[in-house]
């Protein structure tokens, strides 16, 4: 899959919906390649064009004991080994300008902006500046409508690859709640709209300084997403989320991953059976 085929299938929202899914972060080589091959199995399984998510460091914990990464350039090494041998796009978090070219620098396709970041003018014109996709994920604090001025910061500096993708929105201090209209609203300013499942369902600011989850609750966001438009998903995944280094409380066990994507893709085809008829 190249990443011409992305743009096409979401700006043309036909055929399958989009896969970005990952662990939270790099926590080693093995584990890293381990969830990308299952991955990639079943997504060409399936027909899905899938994007490799992990984070070489995640600078927005809550303790400061937190694991946030095993460096920078080790992490990003395993990245562009990983899209190297398996074959497959990138996709990782950058937090400052300077990161921008250091990610891109290792053949990552697409330059993610975290969610508390979205509105970090020099962040945003850093990543336009490289030429890479950019999928800015809404902040928590934002109404949809105000996501266009992020992607004007980054098509105003000349590039126009863009992604948006929703991540829920913060209900009172420790949870989250999905606004399923901020899904058409986005897609009005042409850019692809992926829905963020698994980070929709944490429950932030908790006493204990690390965010829980509700991932019984990720098939029933990724359905509505698909019947509500989106052209990707994005989930986070790992084999054992109770072991996981970051964020394992609201990510998807990697062996329910098949089971709920076939359903998905039964659920993306009806839709797109919908819109037929609404076209006649």
């Given at each position: 899959m190249i990443?011409?085929?992305?743009?096409?299938?979401?700006?043309?929202?036909?055929?399958?919906?989009f896969l970005i899914a990952g662990p939270c972060v790099v926590e080693n080589e093995e584990i890293t390649f381990e969830i990308a091959s299952k991955l990639k199995s079943i997504t060409n399984k399936l027909?899905?064009?899938?994007?490799?998510?992990?984070?070489?460091?995640?600078?927005?914990?809550?303790?400061?004991?937190?694991?946030?990464?095993?460096g920078d350039i080790k992490a990003l090494e395993i990245l562009e080994k990983v899209k190297r041998e398996l074959e497959l796009p990138i996709i990782t978090d950058i937090h400052n300008a300077p990161e921008a070219a250091m990610a891109a620098s290792f053949n990552v396709d697409i330059l993610q902006i975290p969610a508390f970041l979205c509105r970090q003018t020099d962040l945003l014109e850093a990543a336009a500046?490289?030429?890479?996709?950019?999928?800015?994920?809404?902040?928590?604090?934002?109404?949809?409508?105000?996501?266009?001025?992020?992607?004007?910061?980054?098509?105003?500096?000349?590039?126009?690859?863009?992604?948006?993708?929703?991540?829920?929105?913060?209900?009172g201090y420790t949870d989250l709640i999905v606004d399923f209209r901020s899904i058409p609203i986005m897609k009005e300013f042409?850019?692809?709209?992926?829905?963020?499942?698994?980070?929709?369902?944490?429950?932030?600011?908790?006493?204990t300084g690390v965010s829980g989850g509700k991932p019984q609750m990720i098939s029933t966001i990724a359905r509505a997403a698909i019947a509500a438009g989106v052209d990707g998903l994005f989930m986070e995944t790992h084999p054992d989320p109770q072991k996981a280094l970051s964020d394992g409380a609201n990510m998807l066990k990697l062996d329910y991953m098949?089971?709920?994507?076939e359903q998905l893709t039964l659920i993306k085809q009806a839709v797109g059976k919908a819109q037929l008829l609404e076209k006649k």
């Open positions: 990443l011409e085929d992305i743009e096409f299938i979401n700006r043309g929202n036909e055929g399958s919906f027909s899905i064009p899938f994007i490799f998510k992990a984070s070489y460091r995640k600078a927005n914990r809550s303790k400061g004991d937190s694991f946030a990464g095993l500046k490289t030429g890479k996709y950019v999928n800015i994920k809404k902040g928590q604090f934002l109404s949809p409508e105000s996501m266009k001025f992020a992607a004007d910061k980054v098509k105003n500096n000349g590039n126009d690859r863009i992604i948006l993708t929703e991540r829920g929105s913060q209900f042409g850019y692809p709209v992926v829905m963020d499942v698994t980070h929709s369902l944490q429950e932030p600011n908790q006493s098949e089971q709920l994507l």
